[in-house]
T-cell receptor, first 110, second 115 residues
Framework: AQSVTQLGSHVSVSEGALVLLRCNYS??????LFWYVQYPNQGLQLLLK??????LVKGINGFEAEFKKSETSFHLTKPSAHMSDAAEYFC????????FGQGTELSVKP | EAGVAQSPRYKIIEKRQSVAFWCNPI?????LYWYQQILGQGPKLLIQ????????DSQLPKDRFSAERLKGVDSTLKIQPAKLEDSAVYLC?????????????FGPGTRLTVL
C-alpha cells in the first residue's frame, strides 16, 4: 500500500530563514509526488510536482523539492521564508489517485 | 480563467438531516473529484468522475453519501442522513485528464458542521 508521512505537524521559522518541510513516502514502484499549499479558507494550490526526469523540482514562490529514491523522501525547501509563506502544506503521492499526508502548518515569525 | 466553484461555503445542520453540496469545475475539465478533509488531516478522495462516469468511489460511504455528475459538467454530493463524524471540509477539484500526474485544481471547499 502506498502512503505518505509528513514529519512535524507544525513548523515555525523566522522571516528570512530556511524553510524545510519533510515528506517520506512508501510505494512499491516510483510514484508521482506533489506538494500543495492551502491558505486559510481556500482550496489547495499546486506548488510543484515530480513525475519523471530531473529529481530537483522547482515550483512557484521560490519553493523546490528533491526526489530521493534511496531515502524515499521528497522534502520541500525554500532558502528564505517570507511572511506570506505562512500556510498549510501537504505532500501527496499518486499511483492512480492522490493520497495526502496529514499536513504541516508553517508559521513565519517577523 | 474561472476556477472551481463550490456552494455553499458553510453549512450547519443537525445529525440525521440531509445536506447537498454543489461544484462547478473549470470549463473543459473532464475529471472531477470530491474530497473530504477532516480537521487536522489531509484531504481524502471520496469519488472521482470522468465526464459523467464514476472512475473510483471505493472510499465513498455509500450507505449515506451519494454523488452525481449527470451532464458531465457540474456535480452534487449528498449526505443523508448526516452523522457527527461527517463534520469536515468538502473539497471539489477538477483536472483535464484522469491520469494521476495531471494537476488538480481545487475549489475553496464547503465547511460542514454537524451538531
Amino acid at each position: 500500500a502506498q502512503s505518505v508521512t509528513q514529519l512535524g505537524s507544525h513548523v515555525s521559522v523566522s522571516e528570512g530563514a530556511l524553510v524545510l518541510l519533510r515528506c517520506n513516502y512508501s510505494s512499491s514502484v516510483p510514484p508521482y509526488l506533489f506538494w500543495y499549499v492551502q491558505y486559510p479558507n481556500q482550496g489547495l494550490q499546486l506548488l510543484l510536482k515530480y513525475t519523471t526526469g530531473a529529481t530537483l523540482v522547482k515550483g512557484i514562490n521560490g519553493f523546490e523539492a528533491e526526489f530521493k529514491k534511496s531515502e524515499t523522501s521528497f522534502h520541500l525547501t525554500k532558502p528564505s521564508a517570507h511572511m506570506s509563506d505562512a500556510a498549510e502544506y501537504f505532500c501527496a503521492v499518486s499511483l492512480g489517485k492522490l493520497i495526502f499526508g496529514q499536513g504541516t502548518e508553517l508559521s513565519v515569525k517577523p | 480563467e474561472a476556477g472551481v466553484a463550490q456552494s455553499p461555503r458553510y453549512k450547519i445542520i443537525e445529525k440525521r438531516q440531509s445536506v447537498a453540496f454543489w461544484c462547478n469545475p473549470i470549463s473543459g475539465h473532464a475529471t472531477l473529484y470530491w474530497y473530504q478533509q477532516i480537521l487536522g488531516q489531509g484531504p481524502k478522495l471520496l469519488i472521482q468522475f470522468q465526464n459523467n462516469g464514476v472512475v473510483d468511489d471505493s472510499q465513498l460511504p455509500k450507505d449515506r453519501f451519494s454523488a452525481e455528475r449527470l451532464k458531465g459538467v457540474d456535480s452534487t454530493l449528498k449526505i443523508q442522513p448526516a452523522k457527527l463524524e461527517d463534520s469536515a471540509v468538502y473539497l471539489c477539484a477538477s483536472s483535464l485528464g484522469r491520469d494521476s500526474y495531471n494537476e488538480q485544481f481545487f475549489g475553496p471547499g464547503t465547511r460542514l458542521t454537524v451538531l
